[in-house]
């Protein structure tokens, strides 16, 4: 398992990523997003598994979904399972925001 490092500080990293604002992030040649609601973080891939549609164009709904802009898929941000849709699963990453920054961590 590979880890990555994003920001110094508990602090840095939220003020970084923006309320409810999906945040593109590239970790060696995997492209992650990364959604801050509150404190709460939701770290995923970047692009639909469907069609490969750019994730940080999304939209989030109260059920705690993204919605893909391309063909209105609806995945679990939690868990990454597909609600609406015929595909796989979308990756999502756990992750660990401590006040060292946030280290995600890769399979």
Same mark, same amino acid.
């Given at each position: ?15 970084? #990523?923006? =309320? ?5 992030? @590239?970790?060696?040649?995997? *492209?992650? !997003?990364? /959604?801050? #609601?509150? =404190? ?5 891939? @970047?692009?639909?598994?469907? *069609?490969? !549609?750019? /994730? ?52």
């Amino acid at each position: 398992m590979n880890t990555f490092q994003f920001g110094t500080s508990k602090e840095e990293v939220l003020q970084a #990523i923006p =309320e409810r604002k999906i945040k593109k992030l @590239a970790a060696g040649k995997k *492209r992650l !997003a990364i /959604l801050r #609601i509150g =404190e709460q973080l939701h770290v995923f891939d @970047a692009q639909c598994p469907h *069609r490969g !549609a750019d /994730l940080s164009q999304a939209n989030i709904n109260g059920a705690g979904e993204i919605i893909c802009p391309l063909h209105h898929y609806r995945f679990d941000l939690k868990t990454g399972d597909v609600r609406a849709g015929y595909c796989t699963s979308l990756p999502v990453f756990r992750y660990e925001l401590t006040e060292s920054g946030l280290c995600i961590y890769l399979p």
